[in-house]
């Protein structure tokens, strides 16, 4: 199947700065990606549709100041916690779907983030 | 009401049992289904899309019911490796390259 990475794979930071995770599509274009979000025991959530050439789409309720989204090219997307808190503590996910492959979504491995 | 609801679990199963999940949805403009699996702490996993005919994967078995807004897995001669977490999946606004809609997930332990 198709391969998507993420990275770092994991990462403490401090109160109040900014992390920046990536996502790859190794082996496909994906002019649209999907960041989600997991707490303990929750289910995915769906944040942003990252999209190549224009803005991102914020789903409701995510605020697209602390949560910056840059889609450079084909085969990356970031994301940026910006002045990250304890609450943004989670798991983050990258998805692409692979237009090749009938739109099925590949997903990264995932990026834990701790916040102290 | 919750966009996709399953019921959490845990499911505590004898090795090659058979045991059945569902879950509902509330979106009608999903068009597309799925059945994800999740290992503790790693990515989803693609376990197998749904039709609205049926549709088999080896011990697999997965079923929709637009009409219900209801989905099934069935799991038969279960495995050890069977034991994870189990996810209904619908697209959240039935297009091609659309964000999906993740259920809780309903959590399965196959005990030797």
């Known amino acids: 199947g198709a391969v998507v990475s993420q990275h770092p794979s994991w990462v403490i930071c401090k109160s109040g700065t900014s992390v920046k995770i990536e996502c790859r599509s190794l082996?496909?274009?994906?002019?649209?990606m999907f960041w989600y979000r997991q707490f303990p025991k929750q289910s995915l959530m769906l944040m942003a549709t990252?999209?190549?050439?224009?803005?991102?789409?914020?789903e409701q309720g995510v605020e697209k100041d602390k949560f910056l989204i840059n889609h450079a090219s084909l085969t990356l997307s970031t994301l940026t916690v910006t002045s990250a808190h304890p609450e943004d503590s989670s798991f983050y996910i990258c998805s692409a779907p692979s237009i090749e492959r009938g739109y099925e979504q590949y997903f990264g491995p995932g990026t834990r983030l701790t916040v102290t | 009401r919750k966009e996709v609801e399953q019921d959490p679990g845990p499911f505590n199963v004898p090795e090659g049992a058979t045991v059945a999940f569902n879950c509902t949805y509330s979106n009608s403009a999903s068009q597309s289904f799925f059945w994800y699996r999740q290992d503790c702490r790693k990515e989803p996993k693609l376990l197998m899309s749904v039709y609205s005919s049926g549709n088999e994967d080896g011990r697999f078995t997965a079923q929709l019911n637009r009409a219900s807004q209801y989905i099934s897995l069935l799991i038969r001669d279960s495995k050890l490796s069977d034991s994870a977490t189990y996810l209904c999946v619908v697209n959240k606004r039935g297009g091609g390259a659309d964000g999906l809609t993740f259920g809780k997930g309903t959590h399965l332990i196959i005990q030797p």
């Open positions: 082996d496909f274009q994906a002019t649209t």
């Open positions: 990252s999209n190549e050439g224009s803005k991102a789409t914020y």
